[in-house]
């Protein structure tokens, strides 16, 4: 079946603009994660959704990034006046929800801000 | 919150030799503990994973070891063939009923021919 897919595959932005990155879990996943990989580096969490209940935000970096959910569905993250230190690429993942750990991830949006 | 350690950051082998890569993390309220490899430009994948009830997985050419007392949980790749040269994450989770992963720094392992 299809996997977890993300657009844009790429986003180049100007320092001081908004940008919003998408995420389709798979299909009957109720768990969605993303995650922040820099350059050379590990991935940092950043939000996680589970079902309706309330997301955990405790990965953000700052107040400029926000993210979204609908249900069960697609994902938003938004990151509002975009500095250089936000380009990274954005991974999204997804699984079956709590207790039930393989997550899978999407393929990443590379964002790189000028 | 959790803390993931991973050594070593670079890993060279001959094919054919084993790779071990090792892993420590903060907190004992863990439970679950993957592995993933990423290639160049890719996304990660999963390739095996232990939950705290057991102490050894295996699949074939990888095990993972783990160590609840001491905290710590091991990767071992044995007969290593240039296709394993990746990068090689390891991530703890589980804790207060949320399955977001900590990952470590990740292991750049080199397999040359």
């Known amino acids: 079946g299809a996997g977890v897919s993300q657009s844009p595959s790429n986003k180049v932005t100007e320092k001081g603009k908004d940008v919003e990155l998408r995420c389709d879990p798979i299909?009957?996943?109720?768990?969605l994660y993303w995650y922040r990989q820099r350059l050379g580096q590990g991935l940092e969490f950043l939000i996680y959704?589970?079902?309706?209940?309330?997301?955990?935000k405790s990965g953000l970096p700052s107040d400029r990034f926000s993210a979204e959910r609908t249900g069960e569905s697609v994902s938003t993250l938004t990151i509002q006046r975009t500095q250089q230190e936000d380009s990274a690429v954005y991974l999204c993942?997804?699984?079956?929800?709590?207790?039930?750990?393989?997550?899978?991830f999407g393929p990443g949006t590379r964002l790189t801000v000028t | 919150g959790e803390n993931v350690e991973q050594h070593p950051s670079t890993l060279s082998v001959q094919e054919g030799d084993s790779a071990v890569i090792k892993c420590t993390y903060s907190d004992s309220a863990s439970n679950y503990f993957p592995w993933y490899k990423q290639e160049l430009g890719k996304r990660p994948q999963l390739i095996i994973d232990?939950?705290?009830?057991?102490g050894e997985k295996k699949d074939q050419r990888i095990a993972v070891t783990l160590n609840k007392t001491a905290k710590h949980f091991s990767l071992h790749i044995t007969e290593t063939q240039p296709e394993d040269s990746a990068v090689y994450f390891c991530?703890?989770?589980?804790?207060?009923?949320?399955?977001?992963?900590?990952f470590g720094t990740g292991t750049r392992l080199q397999v040359f021919p």
């Open positions: 993942a997804s699984s079956l929800g709590v207790g039930r750990y393989e997550q899978y």
């Open positions: 232990i939950r705290s009830n057991v």
């Open positions: 299909s009957g996943h109720t768990a």
């Open positions: 959704f589970q079902g309706n209940s309330a997301p955990d």
């Open positions: 991530a703890a989770s589980g804790i207060y009923n949320t399955d977001k992963l900590i």
